[in-house]
């Protein structure tokens, strides 16, 4: 899971005993992290990296004193550039403002909630059989205008495809948003959340229990889409990263 540049993970292993007489004063490149247990002796302080981030090196730090320090990888992220015909989805009307400003104070609610009520164990699993179509972190334009980057993964598959929870937890969100179309948001516990946007529909209701595996969902082409796909996306403790690095971990 380590994968220390912009949109990826910082996973640093560091004695247990050391972390456990100084946890109030130890920080991570100044951003969240949240912690494993390895074993008996040691503990993983893991940390998302943000896609904006322009810092060379993250040092974890106790009392003032940089105990580690982790050179970054400067990812390329390649561009797309898509073109919309429906204005609406591009420059929304005036009047939709207030729904959009609301929909992400919700999104950035869910992507913040740091529940302890369950750990989970990785790896996830893909939560859908289709053809990915656009990357995490792409550097997106819509009708020639720069965009956000792509916070995502993107999976085209035909309206009606099945969509699965990737890892346990607990839904959310499961309602209609404008650009996100169907969503559903799931906590996977201790600040790990995953959402899937762009839904024909959910099958699942807020608050209820999901385990890995299970369908949640259709793959529909709701919101704002070119086309029927799933946009699956992965945050740690608010920060979206790239979802393709929980598939492959076994820590
Ligand atoms: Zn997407």
């Known amino acids: 899971m380590h994968s220390p540049y912009p949109g990826g993970v910082l996973n640093v292993q560091i004695d247990g005993a050391l972390f456990d007489a100084n946890k109030e004063d130890i920080t991570v490149g100044q951003s969240p992290y949240m912690v494993c247990r390895a074993g008996f002796k040691n503990v993983n302080l893991i940390s998302p990296i943000p896609l904006s981030s322009k810092k060379s090196q993250l040092d974890i730090v106790l009392n003032n004193n940089v105990i580690e320090s982790i050179p970054l990888i400067n990812k390329e992220y390649r561009e797309s550039r898509i073109t919309i015909t429906n204005n609406d989805m591009v420059s929304p009307p005036k009047k939709m403002l207030p729904r959009i400003k609301l929909e992400a104070s919700i999104i950035k609610a869910a992507k913040n909630i740091n529940s302890l009520s369950n750990y989970f164990v990785l790896p996830m699993k893909m939560p859908i059989k289709g053809i990915e179509s656009s990357e995490f972190g792409v550097k997106r334009f819509i009708n020639g205008a720069p965009r956000n980057r792509h916070t995502g993964l993107d999976i085209a598959a035909p309206e009606g495809t099945d969509v699965y ?24 516990g201790n600040g790990l959340v995953s959402s899937f946007s762009h839904l024909q529909k959910s099958l699942v209701e807020k608050n209820s229990k999901v385990k890995a595996g299970d369908l949640i969902g259709k793959v529909g082409k709701t919101g704002r889409v070119t086309g029927p796909h799933l946009h699956w996306e992965v945050s740690i403790l608010g920060t979206t990263v790239d979802p393709k690095l929980f598939l492959r971990t076994t820590n």
């Open 165 to 188: 929870a990737p890892l346990d937890g607990i839904v959310l969100l499961s309602e209609e948003f404008f650009y996100r179309g169907n969503i559903i948001y799931i906590d996977h």
